[in-house]
């Protein structure tokens, strides 16, 4: 299912997707609201993932231990297509969200509006 949510940026809140049906995308105002799509995909809490959201990535693969990575969902257009991507906190490589090969477990720590300090590296 598409689904939006919208960065309220008057009233600093988000509005969700029930918030939200019904209305045009022309009667959303690009200066007052800033749109993030639902990326499919559930955390491991059964939360929503949009992009705009901040989650920490990690591996349930057994061989790979895998220290959990702090990353922006992002919706970009990355080698030549446009989807969800993953941007990783520490590296600079971008991967599709998307990606399961590693049976990657997805948990949601925040968004970029309202825990912008979650994207500061501090080491």
């Not at 929503?48 to 790979?64: A, H, M, P, Q, T």
């Not at 941007?87 to 720590?109: A, M, Q, T, Y």
């Not at 970029?112 to 500061?120: A, G, K, M, S, W």
């Amino acid at each position: 299912m598409i689904k939006f949510r919208a960065w309220d940026n008057e009233c600093k809140v988000i509005r969700g997707y029930d918030e939200l049906k019904g209305l045009t995308f022309d009667a959303l105002d690009a200066s007052d609201f800033k749109i993030e799509q639902f990326t499919g995909l559930k955390d491991v809490n059964g939360k929503e993932i949009y992009v705009g959201d901040i989650v920490k990535v990690w591996s349930d693969v057994s061989e790979l231990t895998m220290e959990p990575t702090v990353n922006e969902i992002v919706s970009e257009d990355y080698f030549g297509r446009a989807g969800m991507f993953l941007k990783p906190l520490r590296l600079h490589v971008v991967e599709p969200c998307l990606h399961d090969s590693w049976n990657n477990k997805f948990g949601v720590i925040g968004n970029v509006h309202d825990n912008p300090e979650l994207l500061e590296d501090n080491e």
